[in-house]
């Protein structure tokens, strides 16, 4: 095997048995300290099961995550160094690897400290939306700022330039950063809105992972396509806590993170619209409720969905949280593929 597919089994492995084995450690923690989800009476009746169950859990995967990509993207470069390969890994590259890593790391701190308080106040209401934008809109110029100062140091080709399919490749400009700001912050909160059932968000981001594992290495960047086997293997981990009947949530520690590294990874490779549509089924979720509020104001009360976020309406219908999680994550698997095509026929 070459250096890239050893680290790529390694950065996998090493996440998986990370945040697996921590599910050993953290859950019993989290419960003797009684940080339990608090479970609103607004949600679905059978939800009330789960009240107590211990939140936070995604400081597992993020442990996972973090540890695997700090040790098996530089042993990739050492292994292919001695081996006499030659690795074309920019500055700017190796910044997008690890800023992006910092830009998702700074977001599930954002989210510890919503669960913190969520937690404290036994009840569901942590951090006012406004802090949380403020602090996720902090982080997200914090990371596009180093991506710039690294590019205009070493004279790096644009970043603003985005490739729409079948129409071609623009300059945005200055605009760039507000767009892809504004995206960057809804995918974020999007995955946030997604963590409403047991193993939904995980098994979305795994996938996610799997394909920009696949997707980075296409195009060369390897680094990268460990970054997202870490994430992989995390996600796969923290399922075996985390899928129905979940002894462990997330919580905004966890899905602020996952939603970040998604970014991370789509604007990392440069591929910002297959980033979208790899988002889709989080952005489906945060339109879902988007919707149902517009409806019910300008409907004077009546209802578009059951209940939203849509996964709620799906259980409401009679579906139950394994069949979400199985036909939203073959949604992604599909467009997913769809992702894939689009870049290697580079339409």
């Not at 989800?37 to 939140?55: D, F, N, R, V, Y």
Request: charged share 10%.
């Amino acid at each position: 095997m070459n250096a890239y597919s050893i680290s790529v089994i390694f950065s996998i492995l090493i996440s998986f048995i990370v945040t697996l084995s921590l599910g050993k450690i953290v859950i019993p923690f989290l419960n003797k300290l009684k940080y339990g989800q608090t479970i609103l009476e607004i949600g679905p009746s059978w939800h009330k099961s789960k009240q107590g169950t211990p939140t936070m859990g995604g400081i597992m995967f993020i442990i996972g995550t973090v540890l695997a990509t700090l040790i098996c993207v530089p042993t990739y470069y050492y292994l292919s160094s001695v081996s006499g390969l030659k690795v074309i890994e920019t500055p700017l590259m190796i910044t997008k690897i690890f800023a992006g890593l910092g830009m998702a790391v700074a977001c599930g701190f954002t989210g510890m400290i919503d669960d913190y308080v969520k937690i404290k106040q036994k009840q569901n209401a942590g951090l006012t939306p406004k802090q949380k934008l403020i602090l996720q809109f902090g982080t997200v110029t914090v990371y596009f700022l180093v991506l710039h100062c690294v590019n205009s140091v070493t004279g790096g080709e644009s970043l603003t330039k985005v490739h729409i399919p079948f129409l071609g490749t623009y300059d945005w400009g200055f605009f760039y950063w507000i767009v892809f700001s504004v995206v960057a912050v809804g995918i974020i909160n999007a995955a946030n809105l997604t963590d409403g059932v047991d193993g939904l968000s995980a098994s979305i981001a795994l996938f996610i992972g799997i394909f920009y594992m696949f997707l980075a290495n296409f195009m060369g960047m390897f680094g990268m396509s460990i970054e997202a086997a870490a994430l992989t293997g995390g996600c796969l981990g923290f399922l075996f806590w985390n899928f129905h009947p979940a002894k462990v949530f997330m919580g905004d520690t966890g899905s602020l993170f996952l939603g970040a590294m998604a970014c991370a990874l789509g604007i990392g490779t440069g591929l910002h619209v297959p980033m979208i549509i790899l988002a889709f089924v989080y952005i489906a979720e945060m339109f879902s409720v988007i919707l149902q509020v517009a409806h019910f104001k300008f409907t004077h009360g009546k209802r578009l969905f059951k209940m939203s976020p849509i996964h709620h309406h799906f259980e409401m219908c009679g579906w139950s949280e394994v069949k979400i999680c199985t036909v939203f994550s073959l949604c992604t698997i599909f467009l997913g593929i769809i992702s894939i095509l689009l870049v290697v026929y580079n339409v």
